[in-house]
């Protein structure tokens, strides 16, 4: 995955397309953004804006080059206004290997190391259901949320989690304008 319009984040970005969310006005898709390929289940247009972060400030409608959307307001982010399909994830995933198989029906894995775990944070290898997540960590052992699938899971097999990406900007509760 790659980044998309309307993420954030509070690192240092090389491209025009990282606006600061500081609350101004801009253009989805400015001519000064640089033009990348879309990427994942994005729309390649405002929607992946909107649906993001795009809600939160208000937007102006049409202008001569398309939607005028104001920024969030997030002291020392920037915000993502177009796909980039050549950009790095922004916070990478985190990947270790098992020390030991696990069986069909087991709940708990051996790995090599637990840096970057944490509970709640989605885990995936071959074997581990999809959607499961870390319910508890042990040392070297990991408590998952799912039973291990049948097959199990192999030694050595590569366990990815994914951590907790950048922050967004909560919705507003039903009825607020």
């Known amino acids: ?13 090389p491209n025009a397309q990282w606006l600061v969310a500081d609350g101004k006005p801009y253009y989805v898709l400015d001519p000064t953004q640089s033009r990348r390929t879309p990427a994942g289940i994005s729309e390649g247009n405002r929607q992946d804006y909107i649906r993001r972060v795009g809600w939160q400030g208000r937007r102006r409608g049409l202008g ?4 005028i959307v104001c920024m969030p307001v997030a002291a020392g982010y920037k915000v993502a206004g177009a796909d980039d399909g050549v950009e790095a994830n922004l916070v990478p995933n985190v990947t270790t290997t098992t020390t030991a ?11 090599t190391s637990a840096t970057g775990f944490a509970v709640g944070l989605p885990i995936a290898a071959t074997g581990i259901p999809a959607g499961a997540s870390i319910a508890a960590i042990n040392s070297l052992n990991i408590t998952l949320s799912a039973a291990v699938l049948a097959g199990g899971v192999a030694n050595g097999a590569t366990v990815t989690v994914t951590p ?14």
């Open 101 to 111: 198989l696990a069986t069909a029906g087991a709940t708990v894995i051996a790995v």
């Open 164 to 177: 907790v990406g950048p922050p967004t900007v909560a919705k507003p509760p039903a009825g607020t304008k």
């Open 64 to 67: 001569p080059l398309g939607w």
């Open 1 to 13: 995955m790659t980044t998309l319009a309307g993420q954030m984040s509070n690192a240092a970005q």
